[in-house]
Structures are given as structure tokens and as C-alpha cells.
């Protein structure tokens, strides 16, 4: 669906209430650190090659160190650069009833999966964020934003907030109505939940009876159950699903969670 741009108003979508333009500043401190990765990773190179003396007797093994080292940090380094680039934006315009993402709509009514994965590394000073949004829409178009885009974690909190309720509602009528109701990587229905584990990759299934509760974080969604030991709760070694493929993570926990509260085990 094409968009109208630079305008307060949009024929769909209705009037505008927020701008998140690409967060260039972010790109910008992303790529200098990579360019100072391949920097070193070209340094380390040419005292491979003897251009750059060391103070000290080079050998075979030296040489060869120097070389592995200047090719992981010069992959490095390029990988920083291309990711920042390719991850600026895009701009993202939301409305009354929808936002818009470049050019393409997204009216709330027909959004019909948000996904997400929240982490944030400083690898020796160099902004590393593996935080990344996925947005569908009932027709299969996808948009993805990172911290690329100015405001990124608040454009992410407004999505749920619009989508969550009608979202929830329609999970819990086809739990009620006896239906399988899917969330990508985990799914439940009368019997109980079914997901596939990030440790061993395979599909587990967990009685209602057996489930505890869950605790999400930005990566991980842990399955609580009855028979789970101490030492695994302390460890995280417990069972767990992959937060990025858990379609509309914050309605699956909030159906889990009122299923349990409604058996009296959560």
C-alpha cells in the first residue's frame, strides 16, 4: 500500500502523531568504529608482511598470528560498516490508525505479527546492538527497524500498545473455542504449551498441570515447569524458546499467564 509522505494527514491512516526519522548519529559512530577495526586489522597485516618492524624476532608462528589476527579484525571491521548501512532506518511516520515505513502502510487493524529481539553489546567500546523489531502485516509485507531509527525502542512500545488488545482477544476466543493458537516458535491449546527449545532445538510439550510460569528477558522466554530443579533455575540451564521467534511475544505470556491464573498455578 503506497503512502502519502511529509504531510499531517494520511487518506488511511489519519492524522500524524510522531516522526522517526533514520538515526543517522547511530550509523555514524558504528561505521568509524568499524573503520577503526579494519584500520588495526590492515596494521596487523602489514606486520605480517614485515612492513610494520616489530622490537622483537619474528617467526613462522608470528607471522602467521599477525596475519590470522589482521583477517578477523578486517572482517570485523567491514561487518560493523556494511551492518550500520544497512540497518539505518527506515524513516517511519505513525498515525491515528497505522504507521508508515518508507512507503509502505501499516494500518493497526492489520498488523498481525510483531516480533523482537532485545540486545545490546559494547565489544571494546565499539556499539554492537543486536536489537531488531519485525512487523507483518496480514499480507505478508514485513518491515524490520533497529536502532537505526531514532527512538526505535519507543516506535517498538506504541506498536504493541496498538496491536496488543485486539491481538489478545482474538487468541483467547480461539482458546476458548478449543483451537490450537499459534505464536510461531511455541503454541498452545487445551492440553498445554508446545514450543521448540533453544538449547537442544527440539519441539517439547508441557501440560498446563506441569507449567509454572514463564520469565522472558530480551533473548529468551524460560518455560517454569513443576519438575525443574533448583540448580536449573539457578543456572539457566531450564528449558527456554527464542524471544525472536515467538510471534507477538507480550500476548503469548499474556494468555499463558491468565490461563494459569484461571487454574489457580500461576
Request: hydrophobic share 45%; proline share 5%; charged share 20%.
Given at each position: 500500500?503506497?503512502?502519502?509522505?511529509?504531510?499531517?494527514?494520511?487518506?488511511?491512516l489519519g492524522s500524524r502523531v510522531a516522526v522517526h526519522p533514520p538515526n543517522y548519529a547511530y550509523t555514524v559512530r558504528r561505521v568509524l568504529a568499524g573503520v577503526l577495526v579494519v584500520v588495526a586489522g590492515v596494521a596487523a597485516?602489514?606486520?605480517?608482511?614485515?612492513?610494520?618492524?616489530?622490537?622483537?624476532?619474528?617467526?613462522?608462528?608470528?607471522?602467521?598470528?599477525?596475519?590470522?589476527?589482521?583477517?578477523i579484525l578486517l572482517a570485523c571491521g567491514l561487518f560493523f560498516v556494511v551492518d550500520a548501512v544497512r540497518k539505518?532506518?527506515?524513516?517511519?511516520?505513525?498515525?491515528?490508525?497505522?504507521?508508515?515505513?518508507?512507503?509502505?502502510?501499516?494500518?493497526?487493524?492489520?498488523?498481525?505479527?510483531?516480533?523482537?529481539?532485545?540486545?545490546?553489546?559494547?565489544?571494546?567500546?565499539?556499539?554492537?546492538?543486536l536489537t531488531e523489531y519485525t512487523v507483518r502485516?496480514?499480507?505478508?509485507?514485513?518491515?524490520?527497524?533497529?536502532?537505526?531509527?531514532?527512538?526505535?525502542?519507543?516506535?517498538?512500545?506504541?506498536?504493541?500498545?496498538?496491536?496488543?488488545?485486539?491481538?489478545?482477544a482474538e487468541a483467547r476466543a480461539a482458546f476458548a473455542a478449543g483451537r490450537k493458537v499459534s505464536f510461531g516458535d511455541a503454541s498452545i491449546d487445551a492440553d498445554g504449551l508446545r514450543f521448540s527449545d533453544v538449547m537442544s532445538g527440539q519441539w517439547r510439550k508441557v501440560s498446563w498441570h506441569e507449567l509454572r510460569g514463564m520469565e522472558?528477558?530480551?533473548?529468551?522466554?524460560?518455560?517454569?515447569k513443576a519438575s525443574e530443579s533448583r540448580l536449573a533455575r539457578l543456572t539457566g540451564a531450564s528449558e527456554s524458546i527464542a524471544t525472536r521467534k515467538v510471534a507477538n511475544a507480550a500476548v503469548f505470556l499474556s494468555l499463558v499467564?491468565?490461563?494459569?491464573?484461571?487454574?489457580?498455578?500461576a
Open positions: 500500500m503506497a503512502a502519502t509522505l511529509g504531510t499531517d494527514m494520511h487518506p488511511e597485516a602489514l606486520i605480517g608482511l614485515k612492513v610494520i618492524p616489530l622490537p622483537v624476532k619474528e617467526g613462522f608462528w608470528e607471522t602467521a598470528a599477525a596475519f590470522a589476527l589482521g583477517g539505518t532506518g527506515p524513516r517511519v511516520l505513525v498515525y491515528d490508525r497505522g504507521f508508515v515505513a518508507g512507503r509502505e502502510a501499516f494500518p493497526w487493524d492489520l498488523v498481525d505479527a510483531f516480533y523482537q529481539l532485545g540486545a545490546e553489546l559494547n565489544v571494546s567500546g565499539v556499539p554492537l546492538s502485516r496480514d499480507d505478508g509485507r514485513v518491515v524490520r527497524f533497529t536502532r537505526g531509527v531514532c527512538g526505535a525502542g519507543s516506535l517498538a512500545a506504541v506498536i504493541q500498545q496498538r496491536i496488543h488488545p485486539r491481538l489478545l522472558a528477558d530480551g533473548t529468551q522466554i524460560r518455560v517454569r499467564a491468565e490461563i494459569l491464573a484461571g487454574r489457580g498455578t
